[in-house]
């Protein structure tokens, strides 16, 4: 019977140090899933706060757009205005000077790539031109001027592609 008891003890003793082990190792492991979703939300949020606004900078783009093109449609005609009419094209200047300012200051980069090589992940190609003067795949004009927000782009630059023309490329045409 002594023995009979020791063995029963013993086996109650092993499976209570089993659960405790069990219970141990699903304690480390909850431990470890909630580290690990800070650590993924702490990310998370820094993305957020970093990039949360890019749709925002996309609509503001469009007027920096708008009012860089008004003010280069009549700022070769600006000796020729009255002086009501200069007024304000130095008012929209500013305004477009402070917008882009703006930009710059928030870690919005301008990219204008031209005579640059194209990279599709920064441009758009609108268009592909002969050239003999650029090699294939030199941006030869910016359509519309990309954004870069830190690493991200924004916007990319819509752009025109040379393609090199030669004399066996004019021959086959």
């Known amino acids: 019977k002594d023995l009979l008891a020791d063995i029963e003890t013993e086996d109650k003793a092993t ?11 699903q304690l480390l492991r909850s431990l470890a899933e909630n580290e690990n979703l800070r650590k993924r939300t702490t990310k998370d949020i820094e993305q957020i706060k970093k990039f949360g606004h890019i749709s925002l900078i996309r609509d503001f783009l469009n007027v920096v757009d708008n009012l860089d093109r008004a003010v280069k449609s009549i700022a070769q005609e600006k000796e020729t205005l009255d002086t009501n009419a200069k007024n304000l094209l130095d008012g929209v ?15 919005i980069k301008r990219i204008e790539p031209l005579n640059e090589k194209f990279d599709y992940n920064y441009h758009q190609a609108m268009f592909e031109a002969p050239s ?3 090699d294939d795949g030199i941006i030869i004009e910016v359509v519309q001027p ?3 927000l830190h690493d991200r782009l924004v916007r990319p630059a819509m752009v025109g592609v040379s393609k ?6 004019k021959q086959k045409e």
């Open 15 to 25: 499976t209570e140090t089993d659960q405790t082990n069990d219970l141990k190792e």
């Open 146 to 148: 990309g954004y870069v």
């Open 132 to 134: 003999k003067e650029h």
């Open 164 to 169: 090199r023309q030669n004399e066996e490329n």
């Open 93 to 107: 200047e500013i305004v477009l000077k402070e917008m882009n300012t703006l930009l710059n200051k928030n870690q």
